[in-house]
C-alpha cells in the first residue's frame, strides 16, 4: 500500500501539516457521495442480515445475531485504529488516504458479496469479521480527509456535506433493506457494490495532493506498537464517550426495527418492510432539513456543543411514546423525533471529532479511536437486547435508550476545544 518511491524515511520526525484550504469546495459534495456509498449497503444490510438469519435459524435469531455483530465490531475496531496508522503513513502519487479507500471498498464488496452464498453460521461469522475489515480500510482514511483538507473555520458544512451523504445511504439503505427484506439473499449479493464506487468518485473528482515527498518516522515494532497506544487527551476522551452513548442510544432501537415491528408491534414481514421503507423516506427527509440547517448555523455561531446536546435530547424524548404503547402511531413519532435529532447530530459530530484532534500527523489513528465510538453500540446494543428482550420485553430496552442518550449528550460539555 505504501508507494516505493516515498519520501525520506527520517527517524522521530512528524509529518508536516500545511495549512489546509479555507473551504470545502468540491470537496464537500464529493465526501457527501463517499459517506452515502458505504453507509447505503451497510445501513441496508443490518436488516437484511436479520432476515437472512430468521430464516436460517428464527428460533436463536437474537443470540445469533449478537455474536454476529459482536464479532464483527471487535474486528472493527482493531482494523480502524490499525489501518488508521497505517494510512497516516502511507505515502503515494494518490495522497495517504485513497489507496486505502479504494482498495477497502474493493475487499468489502467481494466479503459482502459472499455473505450472500453461505448457509453456515460460522462461515458467515468469517465472512463478516472479513468484511468489517476491509469496510474499516474504508471509513478510517475517510473520516481523515476531512480535517487533512478543511479548515477549522468551513468544517460545519463540510460535515454536514458528510452528514447529508450518510444519511441519504441510511434513508436509501432502509428503503432498499425493506423492498428486499423478503428476499435478503438477493440483497447481500448485490448492494456492496456501490462501496467501492465511492472511492472511485473521491479519487477522481477531487483528488488529494501526493504525500510521495512527505517525511515520516522510521518504520519498527516498537514506533508502531507504541502509535495504536490512544492518545492521553482528556478532550478527544469525553468526545468518544459522548459519541458512543448517543449511539447506543439510537442503535438500541433502529438496528432492531424489523423484530420491533414484527414481535413488539405484531405485524407480518411485509407490511414490517413496506413501513421500514416508509421510515426510511420520512428520515431522510426530516434529518436533511435539520443537517441543512444545524451544519452552516453552527459555523455561522461559531458553536457545535448545543448542537450534540439538542440532538441528544430529541434522541432521547423519540423513544418514550413507544416505550409507552405498542402503536404505529408511536413508531412513526418516534421516527420523525429521532431523525430530527440525528440530523442534527450528523450535521455537526465530525466538525467536533475533528476539532478535538490533538495531534495533526497522527489523524488518522486519532479518529480510529474516536470511531470505537461508531462500533461499541453495534457490539453493545444487540447484546443488551438479547439479555433484556426475552426477559422484560421490549418497553425496559426503550427506557434504557432514553436515559443512555442523555447521558451522551452531556459528555460533551467538559470539552475545552470545542465551544
Not at 516505493?4 to 469546495?25: C, H, I, N, R, T
Not at 444490510?45 to 454476529?68: C, F, I, M, P, W
Request: glycine share 10%; hydrophobic share 55%; aromatic share 6%.
Amino acid at each position: 500500500m505504501t508507494s516505493p518511491s516515498a519520501g525520506p524515511v527520517l527517524p522521530d520526525v512528524p509529518v508536516p501539516e500545511k495549512e489546509p484550504p479555507a473551504g470545502a469546495g468540491r470537496l464537500g459534495p464529493v465526501l457527501g457521495i463517499a459517506h452515502l456509498s458505504w453507509m447505503l449497503p451497510v445501513a441496508a444490510s443490518h436488516t437484511l442480515l436479520l432476515a437472512l438469519l430468521e430464516q436460517l435459524d428464527d428460533a436463536n435469531k437474537t443470540g445469533r445475531y449478537a455474536v454476529l455483530a459482536g464479532a464483527g465490531a471487535v474486528a472493527a475496531m482493531a482494523a480502524n485504529i490499525v489501518i488508521g496508522v497505517l494510512s497516516d503513513r502511507t505515502r503515494s502519487r494518490w495522497g495517504r488516504r485513497n489507496p486505502w479507500i479504494l482498495c477497502g471498498g474493493l475487499t468489502t464488496a467481494v466479503l459482502g458479496c459472499a455473505v450472500s452464498f453461505t448457509h453456515s453460521f460460522p462461515v458467515l461469522v468469517l465472512l463478516w469479521i472479513g468484511f468489517q475489515i476491509g469496510l474499516n480500510a474504508v471509513v478510517a482514511p475517510l473520516n481523515a480527509v476531512m480535517p487533512d483538507r478543511v479548515a477549522p473555520a468551513h468544517l460545519g458544512k463540510a460535515s454536514s456535506w458528510a452528514g447529508i451523504g450518510s444519511l441519504l445511504g441510511m434513508g436509501i439503505g432502509s428503503v432498499a433493506a425493506g423492498l428486499l427484506v423478503a428476499a435478503p439473499v438477493l440483497g447481500l449479493r448485490w448492494i456492496f457494490w456501490i462501496i467501492p464506487v465511492g472511492g472511485l468518485v473521491l479519487m477522481c473528482a477531487a483528488p488529494d495532493r501526493s504525500s510521495a515527498h512527505l517525511p515520516r518516522e522510521r518504520f519498527s515494532g516498537r514506533n508502531f506498537a507504541r502509535s495504536l497506544v490512544p492518545p492521553r487527551d482528556a478532550d478527544l476522551l469525553w468526545a468518544m464517550a459522548g459519541r458512543l452513548l448517543t449511539l447506543l442510544g439510537i442503535n438500541l432501537v433502529l438496528v432492531y426495527q424489523l423484530y420491533v415491528l414484527k414481535d413488539y408491534l405484531g405485524m407480518s414481514t411485509e407490511n414490517a418492510g413496506s413501513t421500514i421503507a416508509l421510515a426510511g423516506v420520512i428520515h431522510v427527509a426530516v434529518s436533511g432539513v435539520a443537517i441543512a440547517v444545524s451544519g452552516p448555523l453552527s459555523d455561522r455561531l461559531g458553536r457545535r456543543k448545543v448542537f450534540i446536546v439538542v440532538s441528544a435530547t430529541i434522541g432521547a424524548a423519540a423513544v418514550v411514546p413507544l416505550a409507552a404503547t405498542a402503536s404505529l402511531w408511536a413508531f412513526f413519532t418516534f421516527v420523525v423525533a429521532a431523525a430530527l435529532g440525528f440530523g442534527c447530530f450528523l450535521a455537526v459530530d465530525q466538525a467536533v471529532m475533528a476539532q478535538v484532534l490533538p495531534q495533526a500527523e497522527n489523524r488518522a489513528r486519532d479518529l480510529g479511536f474516536l470511531n470505537i465510538a461508531n462500533t461499541v453500540p453495534t457490539l453493545i446494543a444487540p447484546i443488551l437486547a438479547a439479555a433484556m428482550v426475552p426477559a422484560f420485553g421490549y418497553p425496559p430496552l426503550f427506557l434504557l435508550a432514553t436515559v443512555i442518550a442523555v447521558a451522551g449528550g452531556l459528555c460533551i460539555l467538559p470539552i475545552r476545544r470545542v465551544v
